[in-house]
């Protein structure tokens, strides 16, 4: 699974709002999170259209996080930039025995994803700020019933 660059540039904005207080410019944004200029108010739009930021025009305008960043999913950052989260099952051949075999991989990898997705949900914007090691590996998870 790789994250499209827009969504790591969001999962940036979001973590440098998150220490902000005031509102920020998409300039400023951009320039601390080395986000470029061009790209930052496409990202900044879908953030906003999320509900995961606010804007607000004028001089003391600017971007700054709806809700606090303790309320705030790393799986919402994603998945509002990202239309779908997804480990891509197996290529499907035409041969019904191979079909049967990658049945198996098929399953694997939707047992990957749900626990990708269940992760992500877990982890707060805040939780990457300050972390806090919570979360260990456990093979139990990537079993297949």
Known sequence: ??????????????????QQDDYVTAVKIAQTMEIPEK???????RLNKAQLVTSHLGIMGGHKLSRPADQITLFEVISCMDDQIALRP????????????????????????????????Q???EDVIHPVPQYTFSPALFRVS
Do not use: W
């Not at 790209?39 to 739009?45: A, C, Q, Y």
């Not at 041969?95 to 994803?113: R, T």
């Open 1 to 18: 699974m790789r994250l499209r660059l827009e969504t790591d540039y969001a999962i940036r904005s979001v973590l440098y709002l998150a």
């Open 39 to 45: 790209v930052i108010p496409r990202v900044l739009s």
């Open 90 to 121: 197996c290529r499907k051949p035409r041969g019904s025995v191979a079909n049967e075999l990658l049945k198996g991989a098929d399953d694997c990898l939707f047992v990957l994803q749900d626990a990708i997705e269940h992760t992500l949900k």
């Open 123 to 125: 982890y707060t914007i």
